[in-house]
């Protein structure tokens, strides 16, 4: 009978539609896609390429690449195949970098939430805290923590955490900060939302996209840090992953360079695929930043 | 006859391939002759904010740019200037006064370095003698005390003060024309009619041409001497205000003029006999300024001061007032999402104030809330469905039945059923200001309390929104707490109304007694300021069909 029965805007794509098409506006972020789909790929087939132990001796010591074909990419000083080696560190890269970032973002997320929407003592005593674990640098912090609490990866992973939480409670809290005056939260609380409701059905889900950005960050981080615990010799022994294979290969620098350089490279397109990840999540997340 | 100052033919400007149309501004042919006041007026997207970024050439290109016409300036076609001759001219010869005064100046440098800066640009004045004019232009714009002004930072004077000041800023190097982009938009009534009253002052002494933007048509009648609507981008209509005022001849001015408000007041009804459904007893609200260190501390500040009303049944109480009257306050408290320092809300008998929070929960379904921004309102990761049956979800409801209830509401709102698995972001502000509505019934309150639910639509959205209102409260019986700042929103709808200044209430009655013989002063200053008043909208209902 009116006007505003008729005038229905356009039906838009559904949001999922609507998101990917914004991700694959940015070619740099399909390209890192395709670098993590090929981590992916490795972390998965990495059974198939060495079924019973990468730490196994599989050849000569020091078999350069491309000579023999049983080990296409050689060995290291004890004989190890490097390419075994390199698909199965791909699956603890992706481990240590996945949990601890769930981790460090589940931490992060619940203490800027409680921080932001309480404000006064709450967020005094929770903010002091963190502080407390941000004047401390992250990489001294964490040889602590290993040292404490050993070197298995799954202390590994934990310690990483730990030192990374900070950021995103930061993020959490500036965002929570601003949206609890927004009216919707005021809506929401005078139908009667109690506050557990308000933080994590109405506010939370509109704080979350620039943390899901830092994420592929945080991912990032983690990686370098699991890498840079195993290049000092404190990473876990029984397991093969990129950073032992550049700590051992540190001692045959000089004249058996690949033993470190090809790990470094699957560090280097790994990182970078969750930096470029990053941007495309940004710009598919946050369009409005873009849009005017 | 002079040559016109600003000769504007055919101009088109184009908008980035995607957009709803293809030119924000299609053909536009408009003159401004020298001490003349020409009124660009158009509601939101109506393309008359890019008119002045065209003039300026400030539109963000390359996304935005003019496709086709000219804009001569003094004879002068400004789109072929350069850059850099096009930087003399801004500020100089032609200057602009923004909508919102506090963001167009810069908060770290001082009033008077500010004015100071578009002398320094423009003349080759000594600092003595840009000193002395910049104490004379803020005298010119009746700023009391000008010297202290001068030292002043922007956020320390007050609003109408900081439209003085970019007055006397865009006046700096007499320019032949003033741009001024809706320039009391963000003022309260009594300072708009200050700052009309000086442009026009001001524009009579100094002769230049003024372009004023504006989407209400109360200010046109208040200032202008000739009127352009624009429509969508295109020009509808352009005559002497008179004309256009008074015999508007294109469907689309007579539409915009009847849906603005009449300054004519319901019938009183009676409600004496009505239950008292909403109490509020001696309510105190005090904002405690927590000072820093260095700053000591400040001065608290009252923001409501011993409020008593009541609202009875069916009817519809008005709460008005200009900025810092503390009626937004009112309307927190009463829905206690701020907590009153003393004092009772009664809904029904119950003291809302001494709920418990579990108490509270239950009691809320009472009293339910229209806001202000329907798009901040409205949680944007929500559909449409589940915002409206949120309330009744929370309260226990089988969230089916809640759903489909919120469809039948959707349809109560005039919105189509199918709007319910929308998103908030795909419809129009009145649209979403609609589903505020829907959500609000959901839960079947006894008060609805409305704060200020049509000042960010456009006039005709506004109408239809309050027309809407007036029939959801006669079929529904609902009892309403309509919080504005605009009187004539007011007039329609509210039985009676509450007058507040400064926290207090100033004076009280039914809307159509108020109206006609306000006792207090500060409601008679009030309602002196409606702009156009001595203009009454011609009667088009007739044909508006």
Same mark, same amino acid.
Request: charged share 20%; with cysteine.
């Given at each position: 009978m009116t006007a505003a029965t008729t005038d229905l805007p356009r039906a838009e794509a559904a949001p999922a539609v609507a998101l990917w098409r914004r991700f694959a506006r940015n070619r740099a972020a399909l390209l890192g896609l395709v670098l993590f789909g090929a981590v992916l790929v490795m972390a998965a087939t990495a059974g198939l390429i060495e079924p019973t132990d990468p730490l196994r001796r599989a050849g000569d010591p020091l078999t350069k690449p491309f000579t023999d074909w049983a080990v296409p990419l050689g060995t290291d000083q004890l004989g190890r195949d490097i390419l075994a080696q390199l698909f199965h560190g791909a699956r603890i890269s992706l481990l240590v970098g996945v949990l601890a970032t769930l981790l460090s973002i589940a931490i992060g997320v619940v203490v800027g939430a409680l921080a932001g929407f309480f404000g006064g003592w709450v967020d005094d005593v929770l903010m002091r805290v963190t502080e407390a674990f941000q004047t401390i640098p992250n990489f001294v912090l964490l040889l602590a923590l290993v040292a404490i609490l050993g070197s298995s990866i799954e202390y590994i992973t934990l310690a990483i955490a730990i030192v990374s939480w900070t950021a995103p409670a930061r993020m959490v809290r500036a965002e929570f900060l601003s949206l609890r005056s927004r009216e919707f939260v005021d809506a929401a609380r005078n139908l009667g939302v109690s506050n557990g409701a308000l933080i994590f059905r109405e506010i939370l889900p509109n704080a979350l996209p620039p943390v899901i950005v830092y994420a592929s960050v945080i991912m990032a981080l983690s990686i370098l840090l699991?890498?840079?615990?195993?290049?000092?010799?404190?990473?876990?022994?029984?397991?093969?992953?990129? *950073?032992?294979?550049?700590?051992? *290969?540190?001692?045959?620098?000089?004249?058996?360079?690949?033993?470190?350089?090809?790990? *470094?490279?699957?560090?280097?397109?790994?990182?970078?695929s969750f930096s470029l990840l990053g941007e495309g999540l940004n710009d598919a997340l946050n369009p409005r930043q873009k849009k005017q | 006859m002079t040559d016109p100052v600003l000769d504007i033919r055919d101009l088109k400007i184009a908008l980035p391939k995607g957009s709803d149309r293809p030119f924000a501004l299609d053909g536009l042919n408009l003159s401004v002759n020298p001490g003349e006041i020409v009124c660009l007026v158009g509601e939101s997207g109506s393309g008359k904010s890019l008119t002045a970024g065209a003039i300026m050439r400030l539109l963000p290109e390359p996304h935005v740019r003019v496709a086709e016409g000219s804009i001569r300036f003094e004879g002068q076609d400004l789109l072929a200037l350069s850059e850099r001759e096009m930087k003399q001219i801004r500020g100089d010869r032609i200057a602009q006064i923004f909508q919102e005064p506090m963001t167009a100046l810069n908060p770290q440098k001082t009033v008077g370095w500010q004015i100071d800066e578009v002398l320094r640009l423009h003349t080759g004045l000594g600092r003595k003698a840009r000193r002395a004019r910049v104490l004379e232009l803020l005298d010119l714009v009746h700023i009391p005390d000008p010297r202290s002004v001068y030292h002043a930072y922007p956020h320390q004077v007050s609003g109408g003060q900081r439209q003085r000041v970019m007055i006397a800023m865009a006046l700096a190097c007499e320019p032949k024309l003033i741009i001024a &982009?809706?320039? %009391?938009?963000?003022? &309260?009534? %009594?300072?708009?009619?200050?700052?009309?009253?000086?442009?026009?002052?001001?524009?009579e002494k100094e002769g230049a041409g003024i372009l004023f933007i504006t989407h209400d048509f109360g200010v046109v009648a208040e200032i202008a001497d000739r009127v352009v609507v624009l429509s969508k981008g295109e020009m509808v209509e352009q005559g002497t205000a008179a004309e256009v005022l008074n015999r508007p001849k294109h469907p689309y001015t007579r539409a915009l003029i009847g849906a603005i408000p009449a300054l004519v007041p319901p019938r009183p009804r009676d409600f004496r006999d009505a239950p008292v459904v909403l109490r509020a007893e001696g309510l105190v609200k005090t904002f405690a300024a927590r000072g820093s260190l260095i700053s000591g501390k400040r001065a608290p500040v009252t923001a409501v001061d011993n409020l008593s009303f009541t609202l009875r049944r069916g009817e519809t109480l008005g709460v008005v007032g200009e900025s810092g009257s503390g009626k937004t306050t009112v309307s927190r408290i009463v829905t206690r999402l701020l907590e009153s320092d003393c004092g009772a809300v009664e809904v029904d008998g119950t003291d809302l104030l001494a709920c418990s929070p579990r108490e509270l929960r239950e009691m809320r379904r009472h009293i339910q809330m229209v806001f202000q921004d329907p798009m901040a309102s409205l949680n944007p990761r929500k559909r449409v469905e589940d915002l409206i049956a949120q309330g009744p979800i929370v309260h226990g409801a089988d969230p089916k039945a809640a759903r489909a209830r919120a469809r039948e509401l959707l349809e109560l709102v005039e919105l189509s059923p199918a709007a319910a698995t929308r998103y908030p972001h795909e419809f129009s502000g009145g649209q979403r200001q609609r589903i505020g509505i829907a959500r609000a019934l959901a839960m079947e309150p006894k008060v609805i309390v409305a704060d200020e639910p049509v000042s960010a639509l456009d006039v005709s959205v506004q109408a239809q929104v309050l027309k809407l209102l007036a029939d959801l409260r006669d079929r529904l019986d609902l009892s309403v707490l309509f919080v504005t700042h605009d009187l004539r929103v007011a007039a329609q709808l509210c039985d009676r109304v509450i007058v507040m200044q400064k926290g207090r209430i100033v004076e009280t009655g039914v809307t159509a007694e108020l109206f006609a013989a306000p006792s207090h002063p500060y409601t008679q200053q009030l309602l002196a300021s409606i702009p156009g008043r001595g203009w009454t909208p011609p009667d088009l209902a007739t044909d508006a069909a």
């Amino acid at each position: 009978m009116t006007a505003a029965t008729t005038d229905l805007p356009r039906a838009e794509a559904a949001p999922a539609v609507a998101l990917w098409r914004r991700f694959a506006r940015n070619r740099a972020a399909l390209l890192g896609l395709v670098l993590f789909g090929a981590v992916l790929v490795m972390a998965a087939t990495a059974g198939l390429i060495e079924p019973t132990d990468p730490l196994r001796r599989a050849g000569d010591p020091l078999t350069k690449p491309f000579t023999d074909w049983a080990v296409p990419l050689g060995t290291d000083q004890l004989g190890r195949d490097i390419l075994a080696q390199l698909f199965h560190g791909a699956r603890i890269s992706l481990l240590v970098g996945v949990l601890a970032t769930l981790l460090s973002i589940a931490i992060g997320v619940v203490v800027g939430a409680l921080a932001g929407f309480f404000g006064g003592w709450v967020d005094d005593v929770l903010m002091r805290v963190t502080e407390a674990f941000q004047t401390i640098p992250n990489f001294v912090l964490l040889l602590a923590l290993v040292a404490i609490l050993g070197s298995s990866i799954e202390y590994i992973t934990l310690a990483i955490a730990i030192v990374s939480w900070t950021a995103p409670a930061r993020m959490v809290r500036a965002e929570f900060l601003s949206l609890r005056s927004r009216e919707f939260v005021d809506a929401a609380r005078n139908l009667g939302v109690s506050n557990g409701a308000l933080i994590f059905r109405e506010i939370l889900p509109n704080a979350l996209p620039p943390v899901i950005v830092y994420a592929s960050v945080i991912m990032a981080l983690s990686i370098l840090l699991e890498s840079a615990l195993a290049f000092l010799g404190l990473g876990d022994p029984n397991h093969a992953s990129w *950073g032992n294979m550049i700590g051992q *290969g540190r001692a045959v620098l000089r004249t058996d360079w690949y033993c470190a350089v090809i790990p *470094g490279i699957a560090i280097v397109l790994t990182v970078l695929s969750f930096s470029l990840l990053g941007e495309g999540l940004n710009d598919a997340l946050n369009p409005r930043q873009k849009k005017q | 006859m002079t040559d016109p100052v600003l000769d504007i033919r055919d101009l088109k400007i184009a908008l980035p391939k995607g957009s709803d149309r293809p030119f924000a501004l299609d053909g536009l042919n408009l003159s401004v002759n020298p001490g003349e006041i020409v009124c660009l007026v158009g509601e939101s997207g109506s393309g008359k904010s890019l008119t002045a970024g065209a003039i300026m050439r400030l539109l963000p290109e390359p996304h935005v740019r003019v496709a086709e016409g000219s804009i001569r300036f003094e004879g002068q076609d400004l789109l072929a200037l350069s850059e850099r001759e096009m930087k003399q001219i801004r500020g100089d010869r032609i200057a602009q006064i923004f909508q919102e005064p506090m963001t167009a100046l810069n908060p770290q440098k001082t009033v008077g370095w500010q004015i100071d800066e578009v002398l320094r640009l423009h003349t080759g004045l000594g600092r003595k003698a840009r000193r002395a004019r910049v104490l004379e232009l803020l005298d010119l714009v009746h700023i009391p005390d000008p010297r202290s002004v001068y030292h002043a930072y922007p956020h320390q004077v007050s609003g109408g003060q900081r439209q003085r000041v970019m007055i006397a800023m865009a006046l700096a190097c007499e320019p032949k024309l003033i741009i001024a &982009d809706e320039p %009391t938009t963000a003022l &309260d009534v %009594t300072t708009q009619l200050q700052i009309l009253k000086l442009i026009r002052e001001l524009q009579e002494k100094e002769g230049a041409g003024i372009l004023f933007i504006t989407h209400d048509f109360g200010v046109v009648a208040e200032i202008a001497d000739r009127v352009v609507v624009l429509s969508k981008g295109e020009m509808v209509e352009q005559g002497t205000a008179a004309e256009v005022l008074n015999r508007p001849k294109h469907p689309y001015t007579r539409a915009l003029i009847g849906a603005i408000p009449a300054l004519v007041p319901p019938r009183p009804r009676d409600f004496r006999d009505a239950p008292v459904v909403l109490r509020a007893e001696g309510l105190v609200k005090t904002f405690a300024a927590r000072g820093s260190l260095i700053s000591g501390k400040r001065a608290p500040v009252t923001a409501v001061d011993n409020l008593s009303f009541t609202l009875r049944r069916g009817e519809t109480l008005g709460v008005v007032g200009e900025s810092g009257s503390g009626k937004t306050t009112v309307s927190r408290i009463v829905t206690r999402l701020l907590e009153s320092d003393c004092g009772a809300v009664e809904v029904d008998g119950t003291d809302l104030l001494a709920c418990s929070p579990r108490e509270l929960r239950e009691m809320r379904r009472h009293i339910q809330m229209v806001f202000q921004d329907p798009m901040a309102s409205l949680n944007p990761r929500k559909r449409v469905e589940d915002l409206i049956a949120q309330g009744p979800i929370v309260h226990g409801a089988d969230p089916k039945a809640a759903r489909a209830r919120a469809r039948e509401l959707l349809e109560l709102v005039e919105l189509s059923p199918a709007a319910a698995t929308r998103y908030p972001h795909e419809f129009s502000g009145g649209q979403r200001q609609r589903i505020g509505i829907a959500r609000a019934l959901a839960m079947e309150p006894k008060v609805i309390v409305a704060d200020e639910p049509v000042s960010a639509l456009d006039v005709s959205v506004q109408a239809q929104v309050l027309k809407l209102l007036a029939d959801l409260r006669d079929r529904l019986d609902l009892s309403v707490l309509f919080v504005t700042h605009d009187l004539r929103v007011a007039a329609q709808l509210c039985d009676r109304v509450i007058v507040m200044q400064k926290g207090r209430i100033v004076e009280t009655g039914v809307t159509a007694e108020l109206f006609a013989a306000p006792s207090h002063p500060y409601t008679q200053q009030l309602l002196a300021s409606i702009p156009g008043r001595g203009w009454t909208p011609p009667d088009l209902a007739t044909d508006a069909a």
